[in-house]
């Protein structure tokens, strides 16, 4: 099928762009211009838009599952710890599991959509939407990754679906970060290698849209409500030889269905017992999709002190020496440290307290006091000094 290849590396669609018609025969020259003239190469090809890795995001995320419709479910709620947009804001798409994750790309909403119903009333239907930089050859050279100088980015691509753009103003620290094999550079700016010498790119041969090569790794960002019904179209001649094709599979499918049920119940069972957990230590908070990550995000908040949590662990410690056997449950909400001790009486109670605040790195604020039976339950609120 003859292809239209887009290619959207600034910010709007007002200003000329760059295409290339490809068929079996080859691909045509690279041209540039208005959006109605690129429209004039449309009718009867399948549109594929290209978009800049600038306006993307593009991670791994370790997932509580294998399998991709319920990775799908999952991956927002994961992304709300990297990104600052809200999910419900992005058009998210997603890979098939690696060793270090699901490969993920994603897109703000608002951005990508009135691009895409600007090229639908020019008369270019878009089938596809790729990044930029995850289109660039996996390897030019054996074990090499691709780098690629813009006007004021670098694209990179080192792996099947390892990508990204680094701004040039951020150097070559950040570019070069987690690469380790050699690299082939186009450009015209030497880079600093972390060994002290230069690696001095070679010149692009051809515009960069003839690079760039979309493969089985290069995510589609098409908004699913839209891919629908290109989908239909494209598939009505084939109707009857995928109906066979789906009688063939009905028994395959019955067995491993029953399989992927029996694993999809133990997953849940995980989460379940994750969240279970998760409650348990923080009961006030709210539990997303992922209750694994979200324990060890805030155990890493614990360990960096952010929001004052790191006042938690040397407050426990300052009263530890007055609490003996006394101490019965410890809580950390809101930024605040507090526990429940029992004391024979409220003198020892108040003994309690006055012990702490003489630590001279906490101070003990009683919240309440409750006589049971022959023991008075105490609530105390540290705070560092």
């Not at 629908?228 to 019955?254: D, T």
């Not at 929001?307 to 530890?320: I, K, W």
Request: glycine share 6%; net charge negative; with cysteine.
């Amino acid at each position: 099928m003859s292809e239209l290849f887009l290619y959207l590396s600034q910010e709007n669609l007002d200003a000329p762009i760059e295409w290339q018609v490809r068929d079996r025969r080859g691909t045509a020259q690279v041209e540039s211009g208005y959006l109605d003239t690129a429209a004039s190469f449309a009718k009867g090809r399948r549109c594929v838009l290209i978009i800049s890795a600038q306006h993307a995001h593009i991670t791994q995320l370790e997932l509580p599952t294998q399998q991709l419709a319920k990775a799908r479910q999952v991956a927002p709620f994961a992304l709300e710890e990297q990104l600052a947009d809200e999910v419900e804001d992005l058009i998210i798409e997603l890979g098939p599991a690696q060793e270090q994750g699901f490969p993920v790309a994603a897109v703000r909403r608002q951005w990508l959509e009135p691009r895409l119903a600007q090229l639908r009333a020019a008369g270019i239907p878009i089938a596809a939407v790729h990044i930029d930089a995850m289109c660039l050859p996996r390897e030019p050279l054996p074990g090499h990754a691709s780098l690629v100088e813009c006007e004021q980015h670098w694209l990179l691509r080192w792996g099947e679906f390892q990508a990204r753009a680094v701004p040039k103003a951020l150097g070559s620290a950040l570019l070069l970060r987690d690469l380790e094999g050699p690299i082939q550079a186009w450009g015209q700016t030497p880079i600093a290698l972390p060994d002290g010498t230069l690696l001095r790119p070679q010149p692009l041969p051809e515009p960069l849209l003839a690079q760039l090569v979309p493969g089985k790794s290069a995510l589609n960002l098409l908004p699913r409500e839209t891919q629908a019904p290109l989908l239909g179209s494209m598939w009505k001649p084939w109707r009857s030889a995928a109906v066979l094709a789906c009688c063939a599979g009905v028994l395959w499918g019955a067995e491993r269905g029953l399989h992927w049920y029996q694993l999809s119940s133990e997953v849940d069972a995980v989460l379940a017992q994750q969240r279970q957990l998760y409650l348990s230590a923080y009961p006030q908070a709210r539990v997303g999709a992922d209750p694994a990550r979200q324990l060890r995000a805030q155990l890493r908040r614990l360990e960096r002190g952010d929001d004052n949590t790191g006042a938690f662990l040397p407050a426990l410690s300052a009263a530890a020496d007055a609490l003996d056997q006394q101490l019965q449950e410890v809580y950390f909400r809101n930024g605040r440290a507090e526990i429940v001790v029992h004391a024979p009486n409220y003198e020892a109670l108040e003994g309690i307290k006055q012990h702490i605040d003489d630590s001279g790195v906490v101070s003990a604020t009683l919240q309440s006091a409750t006589q049971k039976d022959n023991i008075v339950v105490g609530k105390l609120r540290l705070a560092t000094l």
